[in-house]
Nanobody
Framework: QVQLVESGGGSVQAGGSLRLSCAAS????????MGWFRQAPGKEREGVAA????????YYADSVKGRFTISQDNAKNTVYLQMNSLKPEDTAMYYC?????????????????WGQGTQVAVSS
């Protein structure tokens, strides 16, 4: 089992920044990919970014490229999502997820472990 705890959400004005953290515990050695997803009210959950923990390869949704950065601190078993130039359309619940298998980084079914989420609200 892998436990994931997100933090760092909050309310910010458009153009502002937030940094989300995801602390992993348990059998973290079994995971090969960590992802951030988000879900806005009335919308489907979508992939935001992912990082492969072994080689450090990163992937981003087109909507956040150039604004968001995913990174990891292996010593702390923590993954971060730095979000800059935030827009109102970034408002959503953000979830951290861990996967033990390969495949498309944005495929929700790939991820077997999920955190409880942290809310991000961006006002115009």
């Amino acid at each position: 089992q892998v436990q994931l705890v997100e933090s760092g959400g909050g309310s910010v004005q458009a153009g502002g920044s937030l940094r989300l953290s995801c602390a992993a515990s348990g059998y973290t050695y079994s995971t090969i990919c960590m992802g951030w997803f988000r879900q806005a009210p009335g919308k489907e959950r979508e992939g935001v970014a992912a990082i492969y923990t072994g080689g450090g390869s990163t992937y981003y949704a087109d909507s956040v490229k150039g604004r968001f950065t995913i990174s990891q601190d292996n010593a702390k078993n923590t993954v971060y999502l730095q979000m800059n130039s935030l827009k109102p359309e970034d408002t959503a619940m953000y979830y951290c997820a861990a996967a033990a298998y390969g495949g498309s980084w944005s495929a929700i079914e790939k991820y077997g472990y999920w955190g409880q989420g942290t809310q991000v609200a961006v006002s115009s």
